[in-house]
């Protein structure tokens, strides 16, 4: 079965780091579109990040820049991380992966919760 897991989310205070990971199982993620998203309690789901197979990344958000980076992935390519530092209050939110392959279809995983707190 395909499908995108993600795992690495907690609680931590403001100013530490987390890093995040987003495993496929079932395929690699060599030629997809892939990228972090989160959503906060009331709030739209919002892209973080996003890379295309083709281009590399082309989405960043604002509120992350800086702060927040793709570290290379695995030598198989079935793991996405994402690497959050300085984290903020305002960081709190469901992350979520998601991955589109060539003929379009959409992925999303569970989704792990982060919450910044003091």
């Known amino acids: 079965q395909m499908q995108l897991v993600e795992s690495g989310g907690g609680k931590v205070q403001p100013g530490e780091s987390l890093r995040l990971s987003c495993t496929a199982s079932?395929?690699?993620?060599?030629?997809?579109?892939i990228g972090w998203f989160r959503q906060a309690p009331g709030k739209e789901r919002e892209g973080v990040i996003c890379i295309s197979a083709r281009r590399g990344i082309t989405y960043y958000a604002d509120s992350v820049k800086g702060r927040f980076t793709i570290p290379r992935s695995n030598a198989r390519n079935t793991i996405l991380y994402l690497q959050m530092n300085s984290l903020k209050p305002e960081d709190t939110a469901t992350y979520y992966c998601k991955s589109i392959d060539s003929r379009g279809t959409v992925r999303w995983g569970q989704g792990t919760q982060v919450t910044v707190s003091s």
């Open positions: 079932g395929f690699t993620l060599d030629g997809y579109n």
